[in-house]
């Protein structure tokens, strides 16, 4: 949820060019990327410890790509902000 509620702050112009608030923009990415790759994590390890989920094989598959995507592309972003330094 916290990744959700921080997601469109980064894309904000006004926090990303304002001095002051930059920091903001800094601090949010660090704690979406970090959300992100913690949700991807433990997602996937719970439904690896379900076995299946309640949708079926579908449900199980989709979920478990949806993870993998979101953990892949949160780092990668962190990856990016790290080398537009």
């Known amino acids: 949820a916290l990744a959700i509620l921080l997601g469109p702050l980064q894309f904000v112009?006004?926090?990303r060019k304002h001095p002051r608030l930059r920091l903001i923009h800094r601090w949010?990415?660090?704690l979406y990327c970090v959300c992100g790759m913690l949700s991807s994590v433990f997602g996937l390890w719970f439904i690896a410890l379900k076995k299946s989920l309640?949708?079926?094989i579908n449900m199980t598959i989709s979920f478990s790509l949806a993870g993998?995507?979101?953990g892949?592309?949160?780092?990668?972003a962190w990856q990016t902000a790290r080398a537009a330094k």
Request: charged share 10%; no cysteine; hydrophobic share 40%.
């Open 28 to 30: 949010s990415g660090r």
């Open 13 to 15: 112009s006004y926090f």
């Open 54 to 56: 309640v949708g079926g």
């Open 72 to 76: 892949a592309l949160s780092f990668k």
């Open 68 to 70: 993998i995507t979101i």
